[in-house]
């Protein structure tokens, strides 16, 4: 099967429907990500199944819990684009920051941005808890495939987000004991809002999606 037949198997599983010049755009990322990657390791994964399947496959799922309409999404630690410029081919119309500290990272990630035409989409070379003061409750939707915790990431991410905003994390299966540390500290337990549980095309893993609000103790 080629790389497209996978991508588009893929989609049709999660009920996707890209255009032509969507499904090209990942093959263009598919491209670009193997020939950069040679040079500055942006990835573990190196051949196009785990690619399309653990990249960006598992990046679209985010579809899931993230509301419809047009938004502000911020994608933070975004390595190479995950799951942020996946999001963005799927749903042009949000404009979306890319947060990621790397240089070598950030160059990819302008390069891609060039290579596919993308507008409305923006890249911070920072970690997200630097962001500048003019970033303050900004954003509609944060989410992350980096290794926060729970916790540090809505201490990180809250002062960022809109007072209705929420944050979503992709968690493995253990992530109710992660959930249960909240108890302990300054938010609430009504933080957590949902929990997805939600299959990977093409495998047979879960994906667990927590979507967070930044809901404190009283």
């Given at each position: 099967m080629s790389a497209e037949e996978l991508l588009k198997s893929g989609l049709t599983e999660m009920g996707i429907s890209l255009s032509?010049?969507?499904?090209?755009?990942?093959?263009?990322?598919?491209?670009?990500?193997?020939?950069?990657n040679r040079a500055y390791n942006l990835t573990a994964l190196k051949?196009?199944?785990?690619?399309?399947?653990?990249?960006?496959?598992?990046?679209l799922l985010y579809l899931k819990a993230i509301p419809g309409g047009a938004m502000e999404l911020a994608d933070a630690g975004s390595g190479a684009g995950f799951p942020g410029i996946p999001i963005k081919i799927a749903r042009p119309g949000?404009?979306?920051s890319l947060i990621e500290p790397s240089r070598k990272k950030t160059a990819f990630l302008r390069n891609i941005i060039r290579h596919l035409g993308l507008t409305g989409i923006h890249v911070h070379e920072e970690r997200l808890e630097n962001l500048g003061p003019g970033q303050?409750?900004?954003?509609?939707?944060?989410?992350?495939?980096?290794?926060?915790?729970?916790i540090d990431f809505l201490t990180a991410a809250c002062p960022f987000i809109k007072d209705s905003g929420i944050l979503i994390l992709?968690?493995?299966?253990?992530?109710?004991?992660?959930?249960?540390?909240l108890?302990?500290?300054?938010?609430?337990?009504?933080?957590?809002?949902e929990v997805l549980q939600v299959p990977l095309p093409l495998t047979a893993a879960k994906r667990n999606l927590?979507?967070?609000?930044?809901?404190?103790?009283?």
């Open positions: 032509e010049d969507q499904t090209a755009a990942f093959m263009t990322y598919l491209s670009e990500l193997k020939k950069w051949n196009d199944r785990d690619i399309i399947t653990k990249h960006f496959l598992d990046s949000i404009t979306l303050g409750k900004k954003y509609d939707v944060i989410l992350s495939r980096a290794t926060f915790s729970s992709n968690k493995g299966p253990k992530f109710p004991e992660e959930i249960k540390t108890e302990g500290s300054e938010y609430s337990a009504k933080a957590v809002k927590i979507v967070l609000s930044c809901t404190m103790k009283k």
